[in-house]
């Protein structure tokens, strides 16, 4: 292929993805309440504790906006397989068949890594607010008003941020494999 039709493959492959992204964010725009619920049990015993703390909204428009990013970061990982295989489509053909065993190897053991990372994160937000919010008690007549939005990042900021720890393992595998560092320099590290 030459590179304009490289690049004209490379066009259609991110507006598949990207529909992909928008069919995935309409279904999760349905299916609020039960991502919501899911999102907000982390923190649901915090908020029972402490009299008079509440989620709270500084705006008209939050309750809106919350739905709407909820929606686009759900369709996101709903859409996230569609899109690995349309980055797979384009990459796989500039590979040898040599090249492409690993993959095969590496690409589920990616995905369990990754959903490993996510539960890991999820189980331990309770403990970890729960630490957290030990240091209302410092403040005499502390009161929680939680945020929803910023409930919202900072959750998917911790379990993205466990997800990527957790593909460590296949970093320093594809590294190995790919020749990018020896294996006996991964021993070193």
Request: aromatic letters at 14%; a positive charge.
């Amino acid at each position: 292929m030459e590179l304009v039709e490289h690049l004209a493959e490379l066009r259609n492959r991110i507006f598949r993805a990207l529909f992909y992204v928008i069919i995935g964010g309409f279904v999760a725009w349905f299916l609020f309440k039960p991502i919501y619920e899911f999102i907000l049990y982390p923190i649901e015993p915090i908020l029972q504790k402490i009299d008079g703390s509440a989620i709270r909204f500084n705006s008209i428009q939050d309750a809106f906006l919350l739905q709407l990013q909820t929606s686009f970061i759900a369709g996101l990982i709903l859409a996230a397989p569609f899109i690995v295989n349309e980055l797979w489509g384009f990459i796989r053909p500039a590979l040898t068949p040599e090249e492409r065993k690993p993959v095969r190897f590496l690409a589920p053991l990616a995905v369990l890594l990754f959903i490993a990372g996510l539960t890991t994160a999820y189980a331990a937000a309770p403990t970890a607010y729960t630490w957290m919010a030990s240091y209302i008690a410092n403040i005499p007549d502390a009161v929680l008003f939680q945020d929803a939005k910023s409930y919202l990042l900072l959750t998917t900021k911790i379990m993205l941020a466990f997800g990527l720890a957790f593909e460590l393992p296949v970093v320093l595998l594809s590294q190995a494999r790919f020749a990018v560092r020896p294996a006996m320099a991964l021993w070193r590290l």
